[in-house]
C-alpha cells in the first residue's frame, strides 16, 4: 500500500463553510440533495425555504443552515416561470390583498391630495398581479385592531397595505402581525415599522429649487401647510432650506408655513419674491388680493402639478407609481412567506417628475402674456 500512498494525508472539514460551490460546470444544488442531506421530504425543503409558516421555525432554521453549506442558489428562472404559471392558471378563488385606511370617513381620503393616486395605482397594479384589493376602515364601528387582524385571517387575507391614515391619529396598529405580510404608503402611523414606500417629498421640492435657480430666480418664496409638512417629516421645508444656502445671505426669504401669524398678501408684500414654489391652492387667494398675474408680476412652479397643457411649470410626484410599487413589494414578500414586522425595516421613495411650463418663463424673459389666476378660494389668504 506504501507504494501507492507513500505520504500521510490528514484531511479536516469546515463545516461552517459550504460543501461545494457550483461552478458555470456544475449543476446547481437542488431541492432534493438538501432532502436528502436533512432527512426530510423535499417538499418540506420548499416549504422551509419560502419561510412558510406551516413549519416549525426550528425545522426552518435547520434547512436554511445546511442550503447555505450546500451553496445552494434558487434559480430565478424557475421562480419566473413558476411565477408567471401562477399568474395565468385558473384559480377559483382570486387572492385578496387588504387596502386599510384610517381617515375621518370611511372614504374621505378619496377627495384629498395623493391618496385617491395611491389607491388607484395600487389597484391597478393588485389587477395586473392577479390580486384583488380590497378596502378596510379602521373606524368601523366595534372594529378592534385584533378584531380586524381575526377577520383578515379568517378569510385568509395575509398581505396588507397600510394607507391613508390622518396624521391626528398617530396610534401603534396593534394586529398579529405574526400572520402577515405589510407594506406602509406614507409616514403614518409611525408604529410599528413596516416597509414603507412614499413620495421623495425631499427631492421633489430640492428639484423645484434647482430648476427655479438654473432659470435665474434668487428671491423664491416657498409656501406650505404646515401640517402636511409635519405629516411627512418636515421633508417640505428641509428640501427648501437645503437648495436655499446656494443662494446669497440677502436674498433668503423665510419660508411661510401657515397657518402664520402674517396673512400672505402681507408676506408677500413684504418680501417680494420674484417666484413662490408651492401649490395652486395655496396661493391664488393671496395673488387675487393683490392683482397679481402669473407670470407677469410673480412667477409660479407648482410643487403638486396636475396640469400637463404646459401652462404651469412644476413637478409631477408620480402617486399612482407609489401605489403600484407598494403592491409589488408586498407580492414578493407574500411569495417568500415574509410575515410580521421587519428586523430592518426598508423606505422606498418615488422620484417626481419636472415640467417646464409658461408659469416660469427665465427670470430675464418674463413676457406680456399673463396665466389667469383661478377664481377658487385659497387655503391661505
Known amino acids: ?5 507513500p505520504h500521510h494525508f490528514e484531511f479536516r472539514f469546515d463545516l461552517t463553510a459550504p460543501l461545494f460551490t457550483p461552478t458555470m460546470n456544475e449543476r446547481r444544488v437542488t431541492l432534493a440533495d438538501i432532502a436528502r442531506l436533512c432527512g426530510v421530504h423535499v417538499t418540506t425543503v420548499s416549504l422551509a425555504l419560502r419561510n412558510s409558516p406551516r413549519l416549525p421555525p426550528e425545522t426552518r432554521a435547520r434547512i436554511h443552515k445546511i442550503a447555505e453549506r450546500l451553496g445552494y442558489r434558487p434559480d430565478p428562472w424557475l421562480r419566473a416561470l413558476v411565477s408567471y404559471r401562477s399568474r395565468v392558471a385558473h384559480r377559483r378563488s382570486v387572492p385578496t390583498l387588504a387596502y386599510v385606511t384610517n381617515w375621518n370617513t370611511r ?3 378619496k377627495t384629498t391630495t395623493a391618496n385617491p393616486e395611491f389607491f388607484a395605482g395600487a389597484s391597478k397594479s393588485a389587477q395586473e398581479l392577479g390580486f384583488n384589493l380590497e378596502h378596510f376602515w379602521m373606524r368601523e364601528s366595534g372594529l378592534t385592531h385584533g378584531r380586524l387582524s381575526q377577520i383578515l385571517t379568517a378569510r ?5 397595505i397600510i394607507a391613508s391614515h390622518v396624521r391626528e391619529i398617530d396610534q ?3 394586529f398579529d402581525w ?12 409611525h408604529q410599528p415599522e413596516l416597509a414603507n414606500v412614499t413620495n421623495n417629498h425631499l427631492h421633489i421640492v430640492r428639484l423645484a429649487m434647482q430648476k427655479v435657480i438654473a432659470a435665474g430666480y434668487r428671491r423664491i418664496g416657498f409656501v406650505m401647510d404646515e401640517g402636511w409638512d409635519i ?5 417640505w421645508s428641509a428640501g427648501f432650506l437645503w437648495e436655499q444656502q446656494s443662494l446669497a445671505p440677502e436674498d433668503r426669504i423665510p ?3 401657515f397657518p402664520h401669524k402674517q396673512s400672505l398678501p402681507d408676506w408677500l408684500r413684504e418680501h417680494r419674491p420674484e417666484i413662490i414654489i408651492s401649490k395652486r391652492e395655496f396661493i391664488q387667494g393671496a395673488l387675487k388680493t393683490l392683482g397679481w398675474r402669473i407670470p407677469q408680476d410673480i412667477a409660479f412652479a407648482d410643487l403638486f402639478l396636475d396640469d400637463f397643457t404646459g401652462k404651469t411649470a412644476g413637478v409631477r410626484q408620480n402617486h399612482e407609481t407609489v401605489g403600484a410599487i407598494a403592491v409589488e413589494m408586498l407580492a414578493g414578500l407574500l411569495q417568500h412567506n415574509k410575515r410580521g414586522i421587519p428586523e430592518i425595516p426598508t423606505t422606498t421613495f418615488v422620484e417626481g417628475t419636472w415640467f417646464d411650463g409658461k408659469s416660469m418663463p427665465g427670470a430675464s424673459d418674463r413676457g406680456a402674456e399673463a396665466i389667469e389666476v383661478a377664481e377658487d378660494p385659497a387655503v391661505a389668504t
Not at 385568509?156 to 396588507?160: A, D, K, R, S
Open 178 to 189: 405574526e400572520n402577515f405580510s405589510a407594506v406602509k404608503i406614507d409616514y403614518f402611523p
Open 172 to 174: 401603534t396598529l396593534a
Open 255 to 257: 419660508a411661510y408655513l
Open 231 to 235: 405629516t411627512v417629516d418636515r421633508h
Open 1 to 5: 500500500m506504501d507504494r501507492f500512498f
Open 156 to 160: 385568509g387575507i395575509h398581505g396588507v
Open 107 to 109: 372614504w374621505g381620503w
